[in-house]
C-alpha cells in the first residue's frame, strides 16, 4: 500500500539540541498527524494539522502541515531523554475513506545525556 | 483504565498454527481498526469496523487473515496457518466514530516459528 516517505530514518542528537523530521507525500492529505511511539506500546498522538499552512505547537513540539498539503514537518526543541522513541507521521484524506490512515516508516529518535 | 487493550501482549507459535488476537476498545467507540507494524516498518491498515460490520477489509494480505467484532464491542483477529512472514506487532486501534482521532493499544508482538 501507499506510504508516506518520511526521514530521516534515524538520528542520534545531545541532549538539550533540537530535532527536525519531515513527511512528504506523492498525493494529497487533508489531516497530517504526528505520533510517538514508547518500546511496547502503541502510538499516541502528538499534535494534528488540519489547515494547509497551518503552524501548530504542543509544548517543545512543533508541526507545519505543507501549503501543497503533500508534506509536514515535526520539530522538537530542547530535547529531553523522555523524547526517546519513534516520531510517526500519518495522512487522512476527507469524505470515505477518511478513517484509513496512511504511515510513514517513522524516525528512531535517540537522545545522548 | 480506560484504554485499548490487546491480548495475549506476545504469542510465538508454529508455522502452520492458527492464532487468535483480542481487542478489547474504548467503551463507547463505534469505530475499530488493525493495524500491521513489522520491524522497521511503519503501520499497515488491514480492516476497519463500524459498529459490527466491517466496510473496508481490503488491507487483509490473504485470505487466512479474518477478523470479527462483536456487540459493537470486542474484536478477535484470526490468522489461520501462519507462515513467517507472518511475524509482526499486531495493534488495533479505536475511535469515537470512523473520522475521528485513533487510540492505539500496546499491541501483539506475534513470532512464528
Known amino acids: 500500500g501507499q506510504q508516506l516517505n518520511q526521514s530521516p530514518q534515524s538520528m542520534f542528537i545531545q541532549e538539550g539540541e533540537d530535532v527536525s523530521m519531515n513527511c512528504t507525500s506523492s498525493?494529497?492529505?487533508?489531516?497530517w498527524l504526528w505520533y510517538k511511539q514508547d518500546p511496547g506500546e502503541g502510538p499516541v498522538l502528538l499534535i494534528a494539522?488540519?489547515?494547509?499552512?497551518e503552524l501548530t505547537s504542543n509544548g517543545r513540539l512543533t508541526a507545519q502541515f505543507g501549503i501543497t498539503r503533500k508534506d509536514s514537518f515535526l520539530n522538537i526543541s530542547a530535547s529531553i531523554p523522555s523524547d526517546v522513541g519513534i516520531y510517526f507521521c500519518?495522512?487522512?484524506?476527507?469524505?470515505?475513506?477518511?478513517?484509513?490512515?496512511?504511515f510513514g516508516k517513522g524516525t528512531k529518535l535517540s537522545v545522548i545525556p | 483504565g480506560a484504554g485499548v487493550s490487546q491480548s495475549p501482549s506476545n504469542k510465538v507459535t508454529e508455522k502452520g498454527k492458527d492464532v487468535e488476537l483480542r481487542c478489547d476498545p474504548i467503551?463507547?467507540?463505534?469505530?475499530l481498526y488493525w493495524y500491521r507494524q513489522s520491524l522497521g516498518q511503519g503501520l499497515e491498515f488491514l480492516i476497519y469496523?463500524?459498529?459490527?460490520?466491517?466496510?473496508?477489509k481490503s488491507g487483509l494480505p490473504s485470505d487466512r487473515f479474518s477478523a470479527e467484532r462483536t456487540g459493537g464491542s470486542v474484536s478477535t483477529l484470526t490468522i489461520q496457518r501462519t507462515q513467517q512472514e507472518d511475524s509482526a506487532v499486531y495493534l488495533c486501534?479505536?475511535?469515537?466514530?470512523?473520522?475521528?482521532?485513533?487510540?492505539f493499544g500496546p499491541g501483539t508482538r506475534l513470532t512464528v516459528l
Open positions: 486501534a479505536s475511535s469515537l466514530d470512523g473520522a475521528g482521532e485513533q487510540f
Open positions: 498525493s494529497i492529505f487533508n489531516t
Open positions: 494539522l488540519y489547515k494547509a499552512g
Open positions: 500519518a495522512g487522512q484524506r476527507a469524505g470515505a475513506g477518511s478513517y484509513q490512515l496512511t
Open positions: 467503551s463507547g467507540h463505534t469505530a
Open positions: 469496523f463500524q459498529g459490527n460490520s466491517a466496510p473496508d
